[in-house]
């Protein structure tokens, strides 16, 4: 998908020296909040509508999931309104400098509307794929504006120095030829930029204005990087803590139960029929079945990699045995892995990494057949191993 993407984006010259936009890129737009931004629009907004800040900012989709991803105030909060005008309004400036939307002015108002639906479903859909669009634009609008060889010598010999002076000549930059005019503002924003670089390349990215004291991985790009999962461990915590923790409790879930619907949606897309076909999978597929119970594997609940879309009679007669749903036919289970197989290796040949990455697929095997396999394996191999584990059971 990144040729795809870098392919649209040549269509355009983004040099930052010709246009003088500083909001090209800004403090919101971390791969979390693009990609939740990019979800709101697929879902709320009819294809060519022209729509504003407010048509989201109203909708009850972005009102009911803000909050349950991000821990925000209610976006009816008017206390609030500051906040969100730039939490929704810098991802849409960005997108729109990308040429994924189309920005026209009407009045003091920016209207938007969908230019480029296929990258903008991609980012919507993960994270990741969020992170692989802001690299391939970060690449596009630097090289663009001669300034993407400064970032490659930072990564050629990645010191304090070279970070210093890379951060130096950045500033100076985007004052020279924005209306930016402080390099407060500047220090605000680079941040974002380097450290998709730095995540991509392995190298220490920046944190608090200074180089970091270790490389930048993924989960650090994130707008939401507390980790709910690790809140009030301790068992002597007061009583004001473990009310918060309930909170936190409540906020998982409802964290967690917008990314499993958010996969199923995505599985209803691209499966219009049963992934299985066997006897049972004749008629309307209706179901999404988790291959690895939710209820014993929270950490896969959500990757599209464990879901598989089947008929109501494979549901809940097969998967299933006799409708219990807390119980899982192993036999089953092999056939879902192995049909699941055959639909993610059918879709990389097809359209990429768009919507499956066989990496996850193994990620969700090992984790839930508590297994070892390699992410180098073919498919054949992958379900040749599945059979002989199975068979062994």
Known sequence: MREEIKAYLNLFDLDIRKTNDARFMDQKCTPDVVCFIADCIVNTIRPNQTFVVNDIWNSQYFIKNTRAIFNKPWATDKKAGSEYDKFIQQPLRMLGYAQILEITKQGNQNHYRVKNE?????????????????????EKILTDSGFWRYFIDYK???????????????????????????????????????????????????ERGYMSKYVFTFSDLMYNRKNWRDLNKDKAITRQEAEMEIVDAVQQ????AYYVQKAKNLIKKIHPESEVKDTWGKGEATQIHHIFPIAYYPQIAHYVENLIRLTPTQHYTKAHPENKTQEVNKDYQL???????????????????????????????????????????????????LIRIYNAA
């Open 118 to 138: 296929n990258i903008l479903d991609y980012i919507s859909q993960r994270e990741r794929n969020t992170y692989n669009f802001l690299y391939c634009y970060f």
């Open 156 to 206: 050629n010999n990645p010191n304090r120095n070279t970070f210093n002076e890379l951060k130096e000549r950045y500033t100076c930059f985007i004052i020279g030829h924005t209306a930016i005019n402080t390099a407060i503002e500047v220090h605000r924003i680079f941040p974002k930029i380097l450290n998709v670089f730095a995540v991509e390349n392995q190298l220490h990215g920046s």
């Open 253 to 256: 879930e409802a964290y967690n």
């Open 335 to 385: 056939t879902c892995l192995l049909f699941k197989a055959d639909s993610i290796e059918q879709s990389l040949k097809k359209v990429r990494e768009k919507y499956y990455r066989k990496e996850s697929f193994i990620y969700v095997i090992n984790v839930g057949l508590s297994s070892d396999f390699d992410p180098a394996l073919s498919f054949p191999d992958i379900k040749a191993r």
